[in-house]
């Protein structure tokens, strides 16, 4: 029984939510629309904000919906089959499947749009939050790398007061890995050089 639980709520949902968050929507969709290969493109990076880039918003946006959508889809196939808590590896796989994604040789995005996902189909309410803390602090200060920090450092507090502890603990861990995946973002914030929104050099 053991081992068939540790399959049940731990290895076959995290695989789900992997391979559903490795799919590689910018890259896909870039190579689709007849932009070339997105990682050689800016930053390299395969999410919304370098696909943007290319001068194509169409399929920036495309790819941030579809970045997000694949972390929702995750959560909810994998409650529905196994639970809650299950759904909870599944999300997390997602955000790892979207960062590591082992088609690209474990070189992903970023892992935000994903995350905001997840969040959705965690606590949509939470997820309202986030989008209204990014907003702000992108208004604010115009760098769209701080207000993604700020905003994912306010969710597991949030969560815990909304959800309970499991979805905080999640999302306490990656939002240690977006801030992680975010470090050379925060060494230019510190230096002062990370481009501004609008800056087309700004990196993602």
Do not use: C, Q
């Amino acid at each position: 029984m053991d081992t068939l639980f540790f399959f049940g709520l731990l290895i076959i949902p995290f695989a789900v939510g992997y391979l559903l968050g490795s799919i590689p929507f910018g890259l896909i969709l870039t190579k689709l629309a007849g932009t070339g290969d997105i990682r050689s493109i800016g930053s390299g990076n395969i999410g919304a904000t370098n696909v943007l880039r290319t001068g194509r918003r169409g399929l920036a946006a495309a790819t941030l919906l579809g970045d997000m959508l694949k972390g929702t889809a995750a959560v909810f196939v994998v409650d529905w089959f196994d639970g809650t808590d299950a759904a909870l590896v599944a999300g997390f796989g997602a955000v790892i499947g979207h960062v590591f994604p082992v088609w690209l040789r474990f070189k992903g995005g970023k892992g935000v749009a994903t995350y905001v996902g997840v969040l959705i189909a965690v606590a949509w309410p939470i997820a309202a939050a986030f989008g209204v803390i990014w907003g702000a602090i992108a208004a604010l200060t115009r760098y769209s790398s701080l207000a993604g920090l700020i905003a994912g450092a306010a969710m597991p507090p949030l969560l815990w007061y909304y959800a309970g502890g499991k979805p905080a603990l999640l999302f306490l861990v990656l939002t240690v890995l977006i801030w992680f995946m975010h470090r050379g973002n925060i060494a230019r914030l510190l230096a002062g050089t990370e481009p501004k929104i609008g800056n087309k050099a700004s990196a993602a």
